[in-house]
């Protein structure tokens, strides 16, 4: 692994059904961020973690739930999918809170 | 509130000069990140200014100006490859970076 990586790629979703998208970088980062792109709101911050072990909500927390149990992982749960959580996901982290964030590749959701 | 302002989208002539600027609005300032997104891809690391003045990083630069609330990014000699959205994020008071819905800049030959 070099960088930060997510999984799946892209995923199609029935309306209902739990997921969890998985984040995993290899750069001993203590913050990792969950976000979602939708066309023309730029991203917006879901959850995040400043260290291993805690976690905070972000500006768009509702229907998420994340967990921080070592510092390479930050999977993100959708307890019940909705069609509104049809969007890009991106996981990113940083050495510490105030330093440049490295983007995984993204995965692209779809709740039908 | 906080609120980061850009506009929506620009366009340019390969060779040229472009100036993309951004405003903000936030609670507290920790300093201020450029970011180029392709389409399709994940956004990644132009220029952070945290003191006022102008930073430059080969054909891009990146100012600052803490008492107005303003920044722009400055690209030259533009390129095809430079076609790209670039993202504004400010670091608010509290460690959390909030983010602009971004620039897409066109370039024509």
């Known amino acids: 692994i070099a960088g930060i990586t997510q999984a799946p790629t892209s995923q199609i979703l029935a309306a209902g059904r739990r997921m969890t998208l998985r984040c995993t970088q290899d750069?001993?980062?203590?913050?990792m961020y969950w976000y979602r792109q939708d066309l023309g709101l730029g991203l917006r911050l879901i959850h995040y973690?400043?260290?291993?072990?805690?976690?905070g909500k972000g500006e768009v927390p509702d229907g998420y739930s994340v967990s921080r149990a070592n510092t390479d992982d930050f999977p993100l749960t959708l307890a019940s999918a909705v069609p509104s959580q049809t969007s890009v996901y991106f996981c990113a982290s940083s050495a510490d809170s105030n330093n440049e964030q490295f983007f995984g590749p993204g995965t692209r959701l779809t709740v039908l | 509130g906080q609120n980061i302002d850009q506009p929506t989208e620009m366009t340019a002539t390969e060779g040229a000069i472009v100036q993309i600027n951004c405003t903000y609005q936030?609670?507290?300032?920790?300093?201020l990140f450029w970011y180029q997104q392709h389409a399709g891809e994940a956004p990644t690391f132009l220029s952070y200014n945290v003191l006022d003045g102008l930073e430059e990083k080969g054909r891009f630069s990146s100012f600052l100006s803490r008492s107005k609330g303003y920044s722009y990014l400055l690209l030259k000699e533009l390129q095809m490859k430079d076609s790209a959205s670039y993202l504004c994020?400010?670091?608010?008071?509290?460690?959390?970076?909030?983010w602009g819905a971004g620039t897409k800049l066109i370039i024509k030959p």
């Open positions: 973690s400043n260290t291993a072990g805690t976690t």
């Open positions: 936030t609670s507290g300032f920790n300093g």
């Open positions: 994020a400010v670091v608010e008071g509290n460690y959390q970076l909030i």
């Open positions: 750069m001993r980062h203590n913050a």
